[in-house]
């Protein structure tokens, strides 16, 4: 299996930019999660789906941000429009809901960098 | 408030010792415990979980312990190599919800 794929690994943009990442979920995973990593703030929980359905978007920090699962196989997170502080490492990640170790399974991420 | 604390400093160890990392947390009640390694420009790889009722949980070289009371979780790796360098991250599911949430990490040097 490839795992969880990230892209672009790597972005960097102006203040007031759109920005789209991408995810792409290990097959038959039925959870998605979108986590930021600073240095300050650590890892922190965005958003999550079931069965591409959201379930707790309480961690997106405000409408600047919104994230959509339109299938099994693929999730995006945009920002719009894009700020310096939202410079970041953003992680996707998946796992097998009801799975024995609830273990998740991360991609590499994808390093935000806004000028 | 929620909490899970993890030391924020660099743990510096020489080869062949233990490693002990803590990670320690409040106002959870957590179904299960989970560590984590994540390497530099990599996400996190997971390496152990523990349940609420289980009190020691052992993987190869790594030992994890997990106590309810002191609401605390020690995660030890023995005859430890330059390769076990990494950050590693605790993380919680809280018996209340679904959502697993991490702690700040620790760094681990092991110096030959």
């Known amino acids: 299996d490839a795992g969880v794929i990230q892209s672009p690994r790597h972005e960097v943009t102006e203040m007031g930019q759109e920005v789209t990442l991408r995810c792409k979920p290990i097959?038959?995973?039925?959870?998605l999660f979108w986590y930021r990593q600073t240095m300050m703030r650590g890892l922190e929980l965005l958003i999550y789906f079931n069965n591409n359905v959201p379930i707790d978007d309480s961690g997106m920090p405000e409408d600047r941000f919104s994230a959509k699962m339109p299938n099994a196989s693929f999730s995006t997170l945009k920002i719009q429009p894009s700020e310096p502080r939202d410079s970041a490492v953003y992680f996707c990640?998946?796992?097998?809901?009801?799975?024995?170790?609830?273990?998740?399974?991360f991609g590499e991420g994808s390093r935000l960098t806004v000028l | 408030s929620q909490k899970i604390e993890q030391n924020s400093e660099a743990l510096n160890i020489q080869e062949g010792k233990t490693a002990t990392l803590t990670c320690n947390y409040t106002n959870y009640s957590p179904a299960y415990l989970q560590w984590y390694r994540q390497d530099p420009g990599r996400g996190p790889v997971f390496l152990l979980l523990?349940?609420?009722?289980?009190k020691e949980k052992r993987k190869e070289r790594l030992k994890v312990t997990f106590d309810t009371t002191l609401k605390q979780s020690l995660f030890h790796i023995t005859a430890s190599q330059p390769a076990d360098s990494a950050t590693y991250l605790c993380a919680l599911r809280d018996g209340a919800g679904n959502m697993l949430t991490f702690g700040g990490g620790t760094r681990l040097m092991v110096k030959p």
């Open positions: 097959s038959g995973h039925n959870s």
């Open positions: 990640a998946s796992t097998l809901g009801g799975s024995n170790t609830g273990e998740l399974f």
């Open positions: 523990i349940r609420e009722n289980e």
